[in-house]
């Protein structure tokens, strides 16, 4: 990847992060949104750079170009949108933000309206393997 510029967040979710979500596809046979428009009020819509879902179970990832921290508020906004807009039954709803060699996890509890932010970070390619479980793991 030496010749390739990664200074977009464009291209960090196409060639960084896409990649990685193909891969949890195929295990899981989750169905995967990219850019998906989410629209629950007036001022609460936006579009969600990536929606997976299988079998009641939901995973939102924002993609970031560096700022993990705003990417967590954004990640959170989402959650809770989609709380409010999804018919799941699940009780936690969770998502990451990554800005393709980084990744972190977060999740909503749905009955205590609380966010949770992982304190792990999970880098890519040193901890794939980790990743691709936990990933693998709220699909299934």
Known sequence: ??????????????????????????????????EYPLIVTEQLKGSLDYYLHADHKLLVVEAKNADLARGFTQLAVELIAIDAWTDSQEAILQGAVSTGDIWQFGLLNRESKQITQDLNLYRVPADIEDLLRILVAILS
Do not use: C, G, K, N
């Open 1 to 34: 990847m030496p010749y390739i510029s990664l200074t977009s967040e464009a291209a960090r979710r196409e060639l960084l992060i896409a990649p990685i979500l193909l891969d949890v596809v195929h295990y899981t046979h989750a169905q995967l949104r990219i």
